[in-house]
């Protein structure tokens, strides 16, 4: 956008011409486009846009202005709430990274030589945009996407990666304080500036500040999980490529019915903003106390005390046919990770740890009282597929979901003990009942998501 203070009505009116033109991307993205020469005209006397006073981004923005990389509009505006476009961050963008535009508009769309740039700088790929054109407004995905390949350089190829490439490296934050992330929403030109002010601190070399909300969802919505944003302890980040919730899958050998994990998510009880929090402040799980010969002396179903964290799962399973359970339940598969206690030495958690637990004290990992099931189709609500007819329990074909959490002790706990070896792993099994249907006399069965080395030099 270009600002002015005072110009000819002639030369005014030449330069709103040239804005009303339609850009046509269809062109643009078929094949590469030719470097052709623009120019840019700005009045360097303005230095206050009319409604600027008192916005949020008043600094950061009059700062880009006196770089050089952004303007305002003739009538003195800068617009800061308005929708930005995609050529028009990418515009900014080359501006501020000094990226070398050469060309013209002459028989073409005044954006053509920016996008021809960033295509040569490795800011833009053709196939980034699979709908809309280059007047389309800028989703905040879009933004984090460029923000990335401007920062960093990387060249990730995985769209679902992006908005956590971001959030992790500072760049992009939460629109709320539980870290919403809003990866369809529209940017403004406001929120576009600070982007390109934090892009410039990375490349200068600077640690920007981070929303860990944001970072704990983009991860989720990445692949599933959030482990490796709460749980660096047990899941430090050399190991997150290894995570691949698509091992979570089990079919029966008639195909009737099939599990397959979809999340596996970390709760901070402590934080009352934490953004899966509603999805477990109901759960309840099971502190039993033993004695010195583990015996088991007392239960109590509690719910999971403030500091704690709160592990669960979430398993979809679809059922073709209607399943006779007869009189037996059928409870679903889950994923589960390995235990965690305040004490290192993990063969005497029940024997010495569970006479100090109570109420607001957790100092081992406890499971849920009961599995949780959402979104089921059946006859008798919301809530358990199981369906008594006839003195059976029918599993209704359709879509559920099972639900399992745990509740683990919040600290500097340590990973259940194996021969000395501290392996963190978090595991599928599938529905019992349903498995050893399938697997007569072979037990239990469960598929690695992912295994990990802890590093006891990370504090929770």
């Excluded at 028989?107 to 960033?118: H, K, L």
């Amino acid at each position: 956008m270009i600002r002015y203070k005072k110009l000819s009505k002639h030369v005014l009116a030449l330069i709103l011409m040239s804005y009303m033109i339609s850009p046509n991307q269809s062109n643009a993205e078929s094949s590469p486009i030719s470097n052709i020469n623009s120019s840019k005209i700005a009045d360097s006397n303005v230095t206050a846009f009319l409604d600027l006073k008192g916005h949020w981004g008043e600094t950061v923005i009059t700062g880009a202005v006196d770089k050089g990389y952004v303007d305002g509009y003739p009538d003195g505006t800068f617009k800061p709430n308005g929708d930005i476009t995609r050529a028009e961050f990418i515009k900014m963008v080359d501006n501020a990274l000094h990226i070398s535009v050469t060309g013209t508009t002459s028989g073409d769309s005044w954006y053509v030589p920016y996008i021809n740039a960033a295509v040569t700088s490795g800011l833009h790929q053709w196939s980034d945009f699979t709908n809309g054109d280059w007047s389309t407004a800028l989703t905040r995905q879009d933004m984090a996407r460029i923000a990335v390949r401007a920062a960093t350089g990387d060249n990730n190829t995985d769209d679902k990666k992006w908005m956590y490439l971001a959030s992790e490296a500072g760049l992009i934050t939460g629109m709320d304080d539980t870290g919403t992330l809003g990866e369809d929403e529209t940017t403004t030109r406001a929120q576009s500036v600070t982007i390109i002010e934090r892009i410039l601190s990375i490349k200068d070399g600077k640690t920007l500040s981070k929303d860990k909300h944001a970072i704990s969802r983009a991860e989720v919505a990445w692949h599933g999980t959030n482990v490796f944003t709460m749980w660096p302890r047990y899941f430090p980040q050399n190991f997150i490529e290894n995570f691949d919730i698509t091992k979570a899958d089990w079919k029966s050998n008639d195909g009737n019915y099939h599990e397959y994990g979809e999340e596996y998510i970390v709760v901070d009880m402590e934080d009352p903003k934490d953004p899966f929090r509603n999805e477990v402040i109901d759960m309840t799980f099971n502190f039993a106390t033993y004695d010195s010969s583990g015996k088991r002396t007392n239960l109590q179903i509690l719910q999971a005390p403030s500091k704690s964290y709160v592990s669960y799962s979430r398993v979809k399973v679809v059922i073709q046919n209607d399943i006779d359970a007869g009189l037996g339940l059928i409870t679903g598969g889950y994923m589960n990770m390995t235990s965690l206690g305040m004490d290192k030495d993990s063969k005497l958690w029940d024997k010495v740890l569970s006479s100090q637990e109570d109420a607001n004290t957790v100092l081992y990992s406890k499971s849920q009282g009961s599995q949780n099931v959402f979104d089921l189709n059946t006859f008798n609500g919301n809530w358990s597929p199981q369906i008594p007819r006839s003195g059976s329990y029918i599993l209704r074909s359709g879509t559920h979901y099972w639900v399992q959490g745990r509740v683990h002790p919040k600290g500097d706990a340590y990973l259940f003990s194996s021969g000395g070896y501290f392996n963190s792993s978090i595991s599928f099994s599938p529905s019992t009942r349903m498995y050893n249907a399938d697997n007569l006399n072979n037990g239990g069965h469960s598929f690695i998501v992912v295994n990990a080395h802890g590093n006891y030099d990370n504090h929770n």
